[in-house]
């Protein structure tokens, strides 16, 4: 499709062919699904029981995390979100019509990252033990 409107209509028919998907996914797992009525089951019924690797549960339902393993998660996130604007950066540097200023930006970007690193090793963040 060209002209004026044409990606519109793209978007369009795209955005329908999705909803008409969706709607004979729902739909045929409401026609081919098993239908169990709701006053044969209680709730002592053992397909209500936790599954825990074919063993009964031992314990509480609820555990603490340590916060450490949030700073990991979130330094992970950190440096791959880092990673995902530098490999672009990488392949088109050199194209022309660049020049000095895309250096320096990413220069400028590589130094908030050092820094980032720099703050997590002075608070021994990056220390296992």
């Given amino acids: 499709m060209s002209g004026y409107l044409g ?3 793209t978007l369009g028919l795209l955005l329908l062919a999705g909803a008409v998907v969706f709607i004979a996914a729902f739909t045929g797992n409401r026609l081919l699904g098993p239908r169990r009525p709701a006053d044969r089951t209680t709730a002592d019924d053992p397909k209500y029981d936790t599954y825990e690797c074919g063993l009964d549960p031992v314990g509480g339902d609820w555990a603490q995390a340590q916060i450490r ?23 088109v540097y ?21 820094l980032g690193i720099l703050y997590a090793w002075r608070k021994n963040i990056l220390r296992w033990t």
Avoid: D
């Fill in 7 to 9: 990606g519109y209509a």
């Fill in 94 to 114: 050199r194209a022309p019509g660049y020049g000095a200023a895309v250096i320096v930006e990413m220069a400028i970007f590589v130094a908030v990252l050092f």
């Fill in 69 to 91: 393993y949030y700073v990991y998660a979130y330094l992970y996130t950190l440096f791959a979100v880092e990673s995902v604007f530098l490999f672009p950066w990488a392949v």
